[in-house]
């Protein structure tokens, strides 16, 4: 056998091994078959870079309008959203017709938060549906009102895309709901179905993330304003924009933002490679999934416990403690949504020292009950079991982690910020909060990295502060998105920390935003065991 050949299998061999994950011999020859698990995230990440770049520079403040950056970035996520559309189309088909061929005959496995997902994307799915019919509207108006003029075609353009855009979310959310417990087998179909709806869900959340870091959500921005012509000038005159779209993009924005990032965490889900084997009956104390089976064991196991030992309270009794807890912990933050909803009308004044110490409370608060929970579960601490997570994206140590250090950092940066610019006293508030909110995450990171490694009917013995972290991080996981999308249009503080600002600022935002709802997620999933 000549060399030239030798290296030639050897180099097939290799690519068979990097492209054959979950390999099968097929054929008389016994040769390898890819799943097309590893070939499809490779495409699916070359092209999420190529997208990543290509909408940092479209939509950059020198080249948005002025080179036409804008229309050709709408037709890349027209274009991804009609494909995407083709591939859940074709995800059902396979679903319905041909369960046998695409799909596990093992039961599934239900997780207690996945009916809490769907639950929040179908109403952020709603809210994107009725954003994008809204601008359709608009795009239509102005389309009537220039249609004689140059480059007016760019507003039928959009009023399709967006026609796109509102079916693939409305369409997506619908399909998610139906097949988010399924479980696929590993085929090459399944592989880019998923990966194509994954590209989509990446670049829908990169377009609305440079959006608002370039702040053209709200308004215009002012160097382009002299220099626009009247076509482009239409939608931002438009009195639907002004009047309905303008007072409700503080929160349509982030919602559509956050709808892109759960649809992204539960499509990297439903990839079979990510499916961890069934638990069985003897691994009851350490179920991370709630299916009825499991439940049973844990449920009765723990009643009659709590019944020896006396702790059993009846569900009426727990039901007012639930009530309670969740009320405190609302009324809690209501102070701050006050000064939060003021400070969002234009004739208010900015209510910084108020907005500060209303913010203060809540988070000593949180440190409070987090070194309670700490205190609570100081003799349950001997029994921490590594083997006990399931690990998926939102149950993710290593990425809880991560994004507790964009907290970390997000606070040390304004922190400093506050230190250099001192001379008001809202700015010392300013930095108390900050050193108040590192010590918070601290503690809650690692009170809810040990709880997850403890057996569930400890859950049971702390369930109202769970309960109260639960409440508030979800809280704290809206406030954060606001105030990113407020903090976009304020340049002021670009002047001290540097005209590279709002782009980290929007990426640490994105961190701190995903570590309030990891959190939120975690820990409801405790109250749930």
């Known amino acids: 056998m000549s060399m030239r050949k030798i290296q030639a299998i050897t180099l097939r061999k290799i690519a068979i091994s990097m492209f054959a994950v979950g390999n099968r011999l097929e054929g008389r020859l016994l040769r390898l078959k890819g799943d097309g698990s590893i070939s499809s995230i490779i495409v699916s990440s070359t092209l999420i870079g190529a997208i990543f770049s290509y909408f940092w520079e479209s939509e950059s403040p020198t080249s948005w309008y002025m080179q036409n950056g804008y229309p050709r970035t709408l037709l890349v996520i027209y274009c991804l959203g009609f494909s995407s559309i083709v591939s859940l189309v074709g995800l059902l088909l396979v679903v319905k017709y041909k369960p046998s061929e695409y799909l596990e005959t093992t039961p599934n496995i239900k997780d207690p938060v996945s009916k809490m997902l769907n639950v929040f994307l179908f109403l952020f799915g709603i809210c994107v549906v009725v954003y994008e019919l809204i601008n359709t509207i608009i795009d239509i108006q102005c389309y009537n009102e220039v249609y004689n003029l140059p480059n007016s075609g760019n507003y039928m353009i959009s009023t399709f895309g967006r026609a796109i855009e509102a079916t693939f979310a409305f369409l997506q959310m619908i399909v998610i709901v139906q097949i988010s417990e399924k479980r696929f087998r590993r085929k090459t179909a399944i592989y880019y179905f998923i990966s194509n709806i994954l590209l989509t869900d990446v670049a829908m959340w990169f377009f609305t993330l440079f959006r608002i870091m370039y702040g053209y959500v709200s308004t215009l921005p002012a160097n382009l304003t002299m220099t626009s012509t009247t076509v482009e000038m239409c939608y931002w005159n438009s009195s639907i924009r002004s009047n309905i779209l303008q007072p409700m993009n503080g929160i349509l924005i982030p919602v559509q933002q956050e709808y892109s990032l759960i649809c992204i965490c539960i499509l990297i889900n439903m990839f079979p490679v990510y499916y961890s084997p069934r638990p069985t009956a003897t691994d009851r104390d350490s179920i991370q999934y709630n299916d009825q089976t499991m439940e049973s064991f844990s449920t009765e196991g723990s009643i009659s416990s709590d019944i020896r030992e006396g702790r059993y309270k009846s569900p009426k009794s727990q039901m007012v403690k639930r009530i309670l807890i969740s009320l405190f912990s609302i009324l809690m933050f209501l102070p701050a949504g006050l000064v939060l909803t003021m400070r969002g009308f234009q004739y208010s004044v900015h209510l910084e020292t108020e907005w500060e110490c209303c913010a203060i409370i809540p988070i000593l608060v949180l440190i409070c009950l987090t070194f309670r929970g700490f205190y609570a579960i100081r003799t349950e601490i001997s029994s921490i079991n590594d083997n006990r997570i399931i690990g998926n994206l939102l149950n993710n140590d290593v990425l809880f982690v991560m994004s507790s250090a964009g907290q970390y950092a997000c606070e ?111 820990l409801y999933r405790m109250c749930r065991l």
Not at 427 to 438: E, W
Not at 461 to 475: A, E, F, Q
Request: aromatic letters at 16%.
């Open 412 to 522: 040390v940066l304004i922190l400093s910020y506050s230190l250099y610019t001192q001379g008001q006293t809202y700015m010392y508030l300013r930095s108390l909060k900050s050193v108040l909110q590192i010590i918070h995450v601290f503690y809650q990171t690692i009170f809810v990295l040990i709880l997850k490694r403890l057996p569930c009917n400890v859950y049971k013995k702390i369930h109202g502060i769970l309960l109260s972290l639960l409440i508030s991080n979800l809280i704290l996981w809206c406030f954060n998105e606001i105030l990113a999308f407020n903090m976009s249009s304020d340049g002021d503080d670009a002047h001290y920390v540097g005209t590279d600002w709002p782009t980290v600022r929007q990426a640490l935002f994105s961190l701190v935003c995903f570590y309030r709802f990891q959190a939120f997620v975690c």
